[in-house]
């Protein structure tokens, strides 16, 4: 690796798993002190584990994302207090996706997705401007190819990742006089690392007629999440990185 995160410190929400584990990894080894959050202790000191095993920096701190500003609060305060206050980089990747149609959908869950998906990034944010500020520091938010191409089923995710894109432009107005840069990853289809290879994965579906023709791997996310929080990316605002496959941007037609 290029240790091009030396130096930075990080906090990944929902990193114990899938994409969010992948951006642990990948930070770790380009050289920044990152933080691992989730709801499983155990599935984050794993995390942790293997991050250290390498030779990287890392911390477990556990939250459990509600929506509630407590808790978003409460979850910079542990994260700014394990990297000695400092902090370079916030990754926005925890967030739950209900594959319900629209009539099938309650209100219950309508609130859960929102509050999860939109309300818990919304306030951790707010609570670790002032943070990222002090050194210049990056956010990167996780999007969804899902925002801008509709499919028929989980119309109600669709829509907070549409929100969250939407924040990523406004934010990056907002934070750019502080010295915060803003922008955004939106995966395609990813295949859990963690699923065996002889079970079929039901989002293989929408690959069909893209340039890729295939299911991405979280890693493919976690370099696009590297670029736009490192130095590189220093002349980068407000800009959704479509990292899909070609999914919105390319259609393949079989002859």
Do not use: C
Not at 159 to 176: H, I, N, P, Q, Y
Request: proline share 5%; no cysteine.
């Amino acid at each position: 690796m290029t240790q091009r995160l030396a130096g930075k410190t990080a906090l990944i929400t929902g990193s114990t798993s899938n994409i969010g584990r992948s951006i642990a990894r990948v930070f770790a080894a380009e050289g920044a002190h990152v933080v691992v959050s989730g709801r499983d202790a155990a599935r984050g000191e794993a995390v942790v584990s293997g991050i250290r095993d390498k030779g990287g920096r890392a911390e477990f701190v556990r939250a459990d994302l509600d929506g509630s500003s407590a808790a978003s609060r409460e979850l910079a305060s542990a994260a700014l207090g394990v990297l000695g206050g400092r902090l370079d980089i916030l990754v926005n990747n925890a967030g739950i996706f209900p594959g319900d149609t629209t009539l099938a959908t309650d209100e219950e869950t309508f609130d859960r997705v929102y509050a999860v998906n939109v309300k818990a990034p919304f306030f951790l944010t707010q609570a670790l401007v002032p943070a990222l500020a002090e050194g210049g520091g990056s956010i990167v938010n996780l999007g969804s190819w899902v925002a801008r191409l509709g499919i028929p089923i989980g119309a109600l995710y669709s829509s907070t990742k549409g929100a969250v894109e939407t924040l990523t432009r406004a934010w990056a107005a907002e934070f750019a006089p502080l010295g915060v840069r803003v922008n955004a990853v939106s995966p395609g289809v990813i295949r859990p690392p963690d699923l065996a290879p002889d079970i079929d994965y039901p989002g293989e579906v929408m690959t069909a007629g893209t340039p890729a023709g295939h299911t991405g791997h979280p890693d493919a996310i976690a370099h696009a999440a590297l670029y736009l929080a490192s130095d590189e990316a220093s002349f980068v605002y407000g800009t959704v990185l479509d990292v899909d496959g070609g999914r919105v941007g390319a259609a393949v037609i079989a002859s």
